[in-house]
């Protein structure tokens, strides 16, 4: 008799329904997934993928930390706020921010305005495993760094909440939490549309 093979229905790869307005920009903890993440759902949309880190190691001539020890935090901070402003001026990108860049009011004002942004919130115990692989970040060199991570995101998550999406950057596949982005994505732009369309019907000619 022949052996009938169940049929595995495979889930559909979402895809973008509308047209990007603006470019991505990733937003979370260190640690979070926004580099993997964000180079996943860049090659995802075939729109290039940049890391505001490296662009401002670049910028400046200096690694992140040599910025920190040298010139301090805030120093890096107003290069980070530049970088970012120059990289969200040009064509559409998805851009991978460090943790701190939402933190500050004025990046904040140009990430909102000039891109969709979304925050990957994820556990702590991840984001200790997973910022325990590369000693590059100098906030955590300052002490524990479950005990920096637990503060930072006291401080920072009622904050990064603001972002306009937010997805869970869980242990899973990085693949599903692109799936899930677009998933977001697509109600986003859908409303974003309606919204348009309801200013437009507004104006004066049209009533
Ligand atoms: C920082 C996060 C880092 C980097 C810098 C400061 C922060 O980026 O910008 O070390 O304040 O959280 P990642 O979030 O990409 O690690």
Redesign the pocket.
């Known amino acids: 008799m022949k052996r009938l093979r169940k049929k595995t229905r495979k889930k559909p790869i979402p895809r973008l329904r509308y047209p990007l307005t603006k470019s991505l920009a990733l937003v979370g ?3 979070a997934g ?2 993997t993440v964000g180079m996943r759902l860049a090659r995802r949309l075939g729109i290039p993928f940049v890391d505001s ?1 490296a662009e401002i190691e670049v910028a400046a001539g200096h690694t ?1 930390s040599e910025i920190f020890e040298k010139f301090g935090e805030q120093n890096f901070r107003d290069g980070e706020r530049k970088v970012i402003d120059r990289l969200i001026s040009g064509p559409n990108i998805v851009l ?1 921010t ?3 860049a939402f933190m500050d009011e004025n990046t904040r004002k140009t990430l909102k305005a000039k891109a969709i942004t979304i925050w990957l919130r994820a556990d702590i115990e991840l984001l200790v495993e997973r910022t325990s692989r590369r000693n590059t ?3 955590l060199k300052k002490g524990n760094p479950r005990q920096i991570l637990r503060d ?1 995101a006291a401080k920072r998550y009622p904050v990064y909440a603001e972002a306009d999406i937010c997805v869970e950057s869980g242990a899973g596949a990085h693949e599903e939490v692109v799936n899930t982005i677009i998933h977001r994505l697509n109600h986003y732009l859908a409303e974003e549309r309606n919204r348009n369309k309801g200013d437009n019907n507004d104006q004066p000619g049209n009533r």
């Open positions: 903890l260190m640690g926004k580099t880190d992140i991978g460090g943790g701190g970040r100098p906030l930072l």
